[in-house]
Nanobody, 116 residues
Framework: QVQLVESGGGLVQAGGSLRLSCTAS????????MGWFRQAPGKERELVAS????????YATDSVKGRFTISRDNAKNTMYLQMTSLKSEDTAVYYC?????????WGQGTQVTVAS
């Protein structure tokens, strides 16, 4: 049974930083691409960042480039999203995922609230 558990969300002032973590279990961690989506109230879920299985290639959506960094530690079965220079528009529930298509699993989500 695949499980993804997120942590690290919370309330932060604009300009501040947070680090989200996503720890996975149930299958071989290093074999799967992973990433983060977010969903703000009244908006569609959007891809924030993704990372390939080895961690050698990453993607970040334009609105977070230069502010958010995705990384992973395959020895710890954990993926991270380091978020800096946070803005009010980053407020959302952040979801981690592992895998693609019918083999994709999701975490339960963690709330990030940026106060302006």
């Amino acid at each position: 049974q695949v499980q993804l558990v997120e942590s690290g969300g919370g309330l932060v002032q604009a300009g501040g930083s947070l680090r989200l973590s996503c720890t996975a279990s149930g299958r071989i961690f290093m074999l799967y691409a992973m990433g983060w989506f977010r969903q703000a109230p009244g908006k569609e879920r959007e891809l924030v960042a993704s990372i390939n299985p080895s961690g050698s290639s990453t993607y970040a959506t334009d609105s977070v480039k230069g502010r958010f960094t995705i990384s992973r530690d395959n020895a710890k079965n954990t993926m991270y999203l380091q978020m800096t220079s946070l803005k009010s528009e980053d407020t959302a529930v952040y979801y981690c995922y592992q895998g693609q298509g019918s083999s994709r699993y999701w975490g339960q989500g963690t709330q990030v609230t940026v106060a302006s």
